[in-house]
């Protein structure tokens, strides 16, 4: 069965750094791309950008270039979305998914990430 | 980049017939494939249409969807409305390496 299962929730201070973890398993991980989505409460669904495991080659939104970083180790089939100064504002939830196009579209269960001094 | 609208909400009685439109600003919508995902509230976002008409595994043939290149839109259309349908759905495309999601449009069956 194919599965993303994604780390717990967080809760972090203002200008603490994250990283939230996405990790593969029933298929064959550098066969498609992770994309990262975030939904802020009560939002819709924001595209913040992919990466391809097999040679870590990103793409990002560019809302989101420049303040998130998205990583992959294909050795342990996981990617990897990660803040280095966290903002309020960066309060949402945050899911993993496999391939946006075609039949192979999988979700993660989301993480939950709250920003709060 | 493009960006693709949504009405925000839409009301339908159980077992009508519903459709939700998904328009593209700029750019072709038959250029690239539209998909549409159901989000239940506190679920996962789960695909129910991919390239722009094709079911995913699982998902009754109640639900169909289809692209309009007069309009430069996309539709998803629910037939025989169940209470079970009540849910947020999305639209997506993308251009080149990037993605993008519609606002979502919340359908209420009641």
């Known amino acids: 069965e194919v599965q993303l299962v994604q780390s717990g929730a967080e809760v972090k201070k203002p200008g603490e750094s994250l990283r939230i973890s996405c990790k593969g398993s029933?298929?064959?991980?550098?066969?498609?791309?992770i994309n990262w989505v975030r939904q802020m409460p009560g939002k819709g669904l924001e595209w913040m950008g992919r990466?391809?495991?097999?040679?870590?080659?990103?793409n990002y939104s560019p809302s989101f270039q420049g303040h998130v970083t998205i990583s992959a180790d294909k050795s342990i089939s996981t990617a990897y979305l990660q803040w280095s100064s966290l903002r309020a504002s960066d309060t949402a939830m945050y899911y993993c998914?496999?391939?946006?196009?075609?039949?192979?579209?999988?979700w993660g269960q989301g993480t939950l990430v709250t920003v709060s001094s | 980049n493009f960006m693709l609208t949504q009405p925000h909400s839409v009301s339908e009685s159980p077992g009508r017939t519903v459709t939700i439109s998904c328009t593209r600003s700029?750019?072709?919508?038959?250029?690239?494939?539209v998909q549409w995902y159901q989000q239940r509230p506190g679920s996962s976002p789960t695909t129910v249409i991919y390239e722009d008409n094709l079911r995913h595994s699982g998902v009754p043939d109640r639900f169909s969807g289809s692209v309009d290149r007069s309009s430069n839109s996309a539709s998803l259309t629910i037939s025989g409305l169940k209470t079970e349908d009540e849910a947020d759905y999305y639209c997506q495309s993308y251009d080149s390496s990037i993605r993008v999601f519609g606002g979502g449009t919340k359908l209420t069956v009641l």
């Open positions: 700029s750019g072709s919508i038959a250029s690239n494939y």
């Open positions: 990466i391809d495991p097999s040679d870590s080659y990103t």
């Open positions: 998914a496999r391939s946006l196009t075609g039949a192979a579209a999988r």
């Open positions: 029933g298929y064959s991980f550098t066969s498609y791309w």
